[in-house]
């Protein structure tokens, strides 16, 4: 069955940077893109940015730009994101999400989720 | 900019009932649309894609319909597990959720 699990919660001082990994199973990790999710303290969900496990090609969300870095590890079949000069506003539950249903294309919907990391940034 | 907004923002029926949700768009999505169920404390779930597409496990009380701008998912007999926020999103441009549905069940 597919799962993508995720990396533990973290809390951070304001200007440093978090990486979170994720890492699937039960599927072919190069066949699936992989997109960030965050979710703010009762808010509602913000996409991020994506990869393609294959090539390592990227996409970001504008506000995400310079900010956040993803990236994956074939070898190790694991997609980390990284977020750097945290602000207590960064501080959110991260999703890692596979593109689905479709097996290559991008399709930009995300039929399975990993369990979440919440991410705390405070002094 | 597409701006997806969900109406109502809270919906409380009984069990049985039919729920009603609505997503509309600032400009036309075409078919590209999915909705997500959350429950507390965990992950999104996909429901319905490309409008009107069960994912796998989708439970077929939910249907999904619409295209353009305008989108309605139907939960046809309320289950006491259905109480969730439910999310729409479209894929064309960001931000791509709307601001959720919170479902409670009476």
């Known amino acids: 069955q597919v799962q993508l699990v995720q990396s533990g919660a973290e809390v951070k001082k304001p200007g440093a940077s978090v990486k979170v990994s994720c890492k699937p199973s039960?599927?072919?990790?190069?066949?699936?893109?992989i997109h960030w999710v965050r979710q703010a303290p009762g808010q509602g969900l913000e996409w991020m940015g994506w990869?393609?496990?294959?090539?390592?090609?990227?996409k970001y969300a504008q506000k995400f730009q310079g900010r956040v870095t993803v990236t994956r590890d074939k070898f190790f079949r694991t997609a980390y994101m990284e977020v750097s000069r945290l602000r207590s506003d960064d501080t959110a539950v991260y999703y890692c999400?596979?593109?689905?249903?479709?097996?290559?294309?991008?399709?930009?919907?995300?039929?399975?989720w990993g369990q979440g990391t919440l991410v705390t940034v405070s002094s | 900019e597409i701006v997806l907004t969900q109406s109502p923002a809270t919906l409380s029926l009984s069990p049985g009932e039919r729920a009603t949700l609505s997503c509309r768009a600032s400009?036309?999505?075409?078919?590209?649309l999915a909705w997500y169920q959350q429950k507390p404390g965990q992950a999104p779930r996909l429901l319905i894609y490309?409008?009107?597409k069960r994912a796998t496990g989708t439970p077929a009380r939910f249907s999904g319909s619409g295209s353009g701008a305008d989108f309605t998912l139907t939960i046809s007999s309320l289950e006491p597990e259905d109480a969730a926020v439910y999310y729409c999103?479209?894929?064309?441009?960001?931000?791509?959720f709307g601001g959720g549905t919170k479902v409670e069940i009476k």
């Open positions: 990869i393609n496990p294959n090539n390592g090609a990227t």
């Open positions: 999400a596979r593109d689905g249903p479709d097996r290559g294309d991008l399709r930009f919907y995300f039929d399975f």
């Open positions: 400009q036309s999505v075409s078919s590209y």
């Open positions: 999103q479209q894929r064309d441009n960001w931000p791509p």
């Open positions: 490309d409008a009107s």
């Open positions: 039960g599927y072919t990790f190069t066949d699936y893109y």
